[in-house]
């Protein structure tokens, strides 16, 4: 029929030659292996948001938007799970990756973010967003299992977070708070750890091995001119690693940063300098470290050096002839050291002597178990505690930790002073215990939570206006109290939502004290580095790191704003909408200030009463601090008394937009 049929060997022979070819096609399609020993051209490389080359590096962030985020992709997804032949099983692949970075602050005293090594199914992870989630996080308390796996080099502290410190290395998994940390640094030939300060511009080398069948990651960090080190500095098995991965998963970088919403950029420039890759099996391709560029920054000149060094001389005599005289006198009259005691020492007794044993609170909590656990607040965790011994009382225990004795005396004396403090609308001290170098505060449990709860974490009653105007006056007449009212000034430099307290009454109360200071009045304020909290800072702080009575006004001009429009002060769910300053400056500018309302309330106010209030926010919030109102004329003007004259003054500045400023920019 002029049909020649092959034979039953040759079909086989053929069909295993497909199968084989397909096998090579199949690897050399997924198999990734790159170097990028510099960054002159995007060629190769996928650079998302604000991400762009720097020749020779990749900047990830831009320093002159308020809110900034950057990610760096390989454009090749890795093939992450592979199956065995002829069965269902699965298995994780493995790669390994090396890579150089530097982390350089414009101003080393703000707030750090860090970078972040990203493996993900997606370029653009759902609802990431900017500031300490690195861009690629969310927010949610409980975060969805998502194909989402990142080492954090994360250089700022979030103590909500659990984190150790400000320059620390962990593994996460679709969640922000790490599954395990340490701080950056390494281990050296003798086994001794060296830390890494990475918010110091210093190029950075890192290696991370993942070794998919065994389930775990290995972190391993030096200096870039150093040969890598024997041991990680962080080591994570667990099987919980393949809920976070899919088949394939794109590799490389994402940085954020978020400023104040007073409109002060904190500028942290975030560089990728080298990376290299390989999922073969082998190690990633050796990084050239010779030419590197220098983002350190430049030592002072020689004649600064030179005079430098004379006062440098000068100053260390004096220090010497102190030291030796010191040290007589230590080996003269306090020949025998004491040891550490948990017990009541001398100088303890000088400050308060209402002191709880640690027995006693650890039986309050229950051994401080999580169960008990009602958050994080300014320096450590609180725990909600029953005392048997004083009626079944409800308290709430601070725990904090210092790293010295002196650090400890001095902290004590503060706390003790503002233990005396009283005031129906402050968060009442009940006393303190000392264990070794944990201090534990022991506060009035406020039954209701705090303020930013009953507002923005979709209560099923949102609070109501009668009741958020109560609050907002009960707030400002014990911050009136600490700034006038006492013998002392007390600056409390963390007013905010989530440290407003509300009793069993719903009435407010501020708390948290672990910021605050005090001084004599009339004393000028000093500080040497800056407090506080992202949104509710005063912008002369970014400038002048001493705080004044004017920058804790500001402080609870951000609440009034919040809670009159029911907006947080930075929307970190979005990157587009303005901070919440701005935004109602803008509506007062345009004359349209009542749009900014919360809508959840509509109907429950006066007119005349939320313009009013919202007014005094931005008041309050005022660029200039020496025109912003007292404590003073703010109460005066939440309990109504508009005759008075500092506060008749004011209003009457706002009607006519004397007070309150739109920035042009």
Same mark, same amino acid.
């Given at each position: 029929?002029?049909?020649r049929?092959?034979?039953?060997?040759?079909?086989?022979?053929k069909?295993y030659?497909?199968?084989f070819?397909?096998?090579?096609?199949?690897?050399?399609?997924?198999?990734?292996?790159f170097?990028?020993?510099?960054?002159n051209?995007?060629?190769?490389l996928?650079?998302?948001?604000?991400a762009?080359?720097?020749?020779?590096?990749?900047r990830?962030?831009v320093?002159?938007n308020?809110?900034?985020?950057?990610?760096?992709?390989f454009p090749?997804p890795l093939?992450?799970k592979?199956?065995?032949?002829?069965?269902?099983?699965?298995?994780?692949?493995?790669?390994?990756?090396?890579?150089?970075?530097?982390i350089?602050?414009?101003?080393?005293?703000?707030?750090?973010?860090?970078i972040?090594? #990203?493996?993900s199914n =997606?370029? +653009?992870?759902?609802?990431? $967003?900017?500031?300490?989630?690195?861009?690629? @996080? /969310?927010?949610?308390?409980?975060?969805?299992?998502a194909p989402?796996?990142?080492?954090?080099?994360?250089?700022g502290?979030?103590?909500?977070?659990?984190?150790?410190?400000?320059?620390?290395?962990?593994?996460?998994?679709?969640n922000?708070e790490?599954?395990?940390i340490n701080?950056?640094?390494?281990?050296?030939?003798?086994?001794?750890?060296v830390?890494?300060?990475?918010?110091?511009?210093?190029?950075?080398?890192?290696?991370i091995?993942?070794i998919?069948?065994n389930?775990?990651?290995?972190?391993?960090m030096?200096?870039?001119?150093?040969?890598?080190?024997?041991?990680?500095? #962080?080591?994570?098995? =667990?099987? +919980?690693?393949?809920?976070? $991965?899919s088949?394939?998963?794109?590799?490389? @970088? /994402?940085?954020?940063?978020v400023?104040?919403?007073?409109?002060?950029?904190?500028v942290?420039?975030?560089?990728?300098l080298?990376?290299?890759?390989?999922?073969?099996g082998?190690?990633?391709s050796?990084?050239?470290?010779?030419?590197?560029?220098?983002?350190?920054?430049?030592?002072?000149?020689?004649s600064s050096?030179?005079?430098?060094?004379?006062?440098?001389?000068t100053c260390g005599?004096?220090?010497?002839?102190?030291l030796?005289?010191?040290?007589?006198?230590?080996?003269c009259?306090?020949?025998?050291?004491?040891?550490?005691?948990?017990?009541v020492?001398?100088?303890?007794?000088?400050?308060?002597?209402?002191?709880?044993?640690?027995?006693?609170?650890?039986?309050?909590?229950?051994?401080f178990?999580k169960?008990?656990?009602?958050?994080?607040?300014g320096?450590?965790?609180?725990?909600?505690?029953?005392?048997?011994s004083?009626?079944?009382?409800?308290?709430?225990?601070?725990?904090i930790?210092?790293?010295?004795?002196?650090?400890m005396r001095?902290?004590?004396?503060?706390?003790?002073?503002?233990?005396?403090?009283?005031?129906?609308?402050?968060?009442?001290?009940?006393g303190?215990?000392r264990?070794?170098?944990?201090?534990?505060?022991v506060?009035?449990?406020?039954?209701?939570?705090?303020?930013?709860?009953?507002?923005?974490?979709?209560?099923?009653?949102?609070?109501?206006?009668?009741?958020?105007?109560?609050?907002?006056?009960?707030?400002?007449?014990?911050l009136?109290?600490?700034?006038?009212g006492?013998?002392?000034?007390?600056?409390h430099?963390?007013?905010?939502?989530s440290?407003i307290?509300?009793?069993?009454?719903?009435?407010?109360?501020?708390?948290?004290f672990?910021?605050?200071?005090?001084?004599?009045?009339?004393?000028?304020?000093?500080?040497t580095?800056?407090?506080g909290?992202?949104?509710?800072?005063?912008?002369?702080?970014?400038?002048?790191?001493a705080p004044?009575?004017?920058?804790?006004?500001?402080s609870?001009?951000?609440v009034?704003?919040?809670?009159?429009?029911?907006?947080?002060?930075i929307?970190?769910?979005?990157?587009?909408?303005?901070?919440?300053?701005?935004?109602?400056?803008?509506?007062?500018?345009?004359?349209?200030?009542?749009?900014?309302a919360d809508?959840?309330?509509?109907?429950?106010y006066?007119?005349?009463?939320?313009?009013?209030?919202?007014?005094?926010?931005?008041?309050?919030c005022?660029?200039?601090?020496d025109?912003?109102?007292?404590?003073?004329?703010?109460?005066?003007i939440?309990?109504g008394?508009?005759?008075?004259?500092?506060?008749?003054?004011?209003?009457?500045?706002?009607k006519?937009?004397?007070?309150?400023?739109?920035d042009?920019?």
């Amino acid at each position: 029929m002029g049909i020649r049929l092959e034979s039953s060997k040759m079909l086989a022979f053929k069909g295993y030659l497909m199968i084989f070819i397909s096998h090579l096609l199949l690897a050399s399609v997924c198999a990734v292996d790159f170097l990028f020993n510099s960054f002159n051209s995007s060629e190769g490389l996928l650079l998302l948001r604000d991400a762009r080359i720097d020749s020779p590096v990749v900047r990830l962030t831009v320093d002159e938007n308020k809110q900034s985020i950057g990610r760096l992709f390989f454009p090749t997804p890795l093939r992450m799970k592979r199956r065995s032949d002829g069965t269902n099983a699965t298995r994780l692949s493995s790669f390994s990756t090396s890579f150089i970075f530097s982390i350089l602050p414009e101003n080393p005293s703000l707030p750090g973010f860090g970078i972040a090594f #990203v493996l993900s199914n =997606s370029t +653009d992870p759902p609802r990431a $967003i900017s500031g300490q989630y690195l861009g690629v @996080f /969310s927010n949610a308390t409980v975060p969805f299992v998502a194909p989402l796996l990142a080492i954090e080099f994360d250089t700022g502290r979030n103590t909500e977070f659990n984190d150790p410190d400000d320059n620390h290395v962990g593994v996460d998994l679709n969640n922000i708070e790490s599954a395990v940390i340490n701080t950056s640094g390494y281990w050296d030939s003798s086994n001794q750890f060296v830390p890494i300060q990475m918010r110091s511009g210093m190029n950075v080398r890192a290696w991370i091995d993942f070794i998919g069948p065994n389930f775990r990651i290995n972190v391993t960090m030096a200096p870039a001119n150093m040969p890598r080190p024997s041991r990680p500095l #962080v080591s994570y098995t =667990s099987p +919980d690693i393949a809920d976070y $991965i899919s088949d394939e998963m794109f590799v490389g @970088f /994402s940085a954020s940063k978020v400023s104040s919403s007073s409109g002060v950029t904190w500028v942290e420039r975030q560089r990728i300098l080298a990376w290299s890759l390989n999922d073969e099996g082998r190690p990633a391709s050796e990084l050239s470290t010779s030419n590197l560029p220098d983002f350190m920054p430049k030592p002072p000149s020689s004649s600064s050096l030179a005079a430098g060094a004379i006062a440098g001389i000068t100053c260390g005599s004096f220090v010497f002839v102190g030291l030796c005289l010191l040290g007589l006198y230590w080996f003269c009259y306090r020949r025998r050291p004491r040891e550490e005691k948990d017990e009541v020492e001398e100088w303890e007794l000088e400050y308060w002597p209402h002191r709880f044993s640690y027995e006693q609170l650890s039986e309050a909590t229950n051994g401080f178990s999580k169960e008990r656990l009602l958050g994080y607040g300014g320096f450590g965790k609180v725990y909600k505690g029953v005392l048997a011994s004083s009626n079944n009382a409800e308290i709430a225990v601070k725990c904090i930790s210092h790293d010295s004795k002196q650090g400890m005396r001095e902290f004590m004396a503060e706390i003790s002073s503002m233990g005396r403090l009283q005031h129906k609308n402050l968060v009442q001290m009940r006393g303190w215990c000392r264990k070794r170098n944990e201090l534990m505060l022991v506060y009035d449990y406020m039954p209701n939570g705090s303020l930013n709860k009953r507002i923005f974490d979709k209560p099923e009653e949102p609070l109501s206006w009668e009741r958020r105007r109560l609050v907002l006056t009960d707030v400002a007449e014990g911050l009136l109290y600490l700034h006038h009212g006492w013998d002392q000034m007390v600056l409390h430099r963390d007013i905010k939502s989530s440290n407003i307290l509300l009793d069993s009454e719903m009435r407010g109360r501020l708390g948290d004290f672990g910021l605050a200071k005090l001084y004599q009045h009339g004393q000028a304020p000093s500080s040497t580095r800056v407090v506080g909290t992202l949104g509710y800072m005063a912008p002369e702080l970014a400038k002048v790191l001493a705080p004044t009575a004017a920058s804790d006004v500001y402080s609870f001009g951000v609440v009034i704003l919040e809670v009159a429009t029911g907006r947080r002060p930075i929307d970190t769910m979005s990157d587009d909408d303005p901070p919440l300053i701005d935004r109602v400056r803008e509506l007062y500018a345009e004359g349209t200030i009542l749009e900014a309302a919360d809508e959840r309330i509509a109907g429950e106010y006066p007119v005349e009463e939320m313009e009013r209030d919202l007014k005094l926010g931005l008041a309050c919030c005022h660029p200039d601090p020496d025109r912003r109102p007292t404590m003073k004329e703010v109460v005066a003007i939440l309990v109504g008394e508009e005759a008075a004259g500092g506060a008749r003054r004011l209003l009457s500045g706002l009607k006519c937009g004397d007070e309150v400023q739109v920035d042009p920019q």
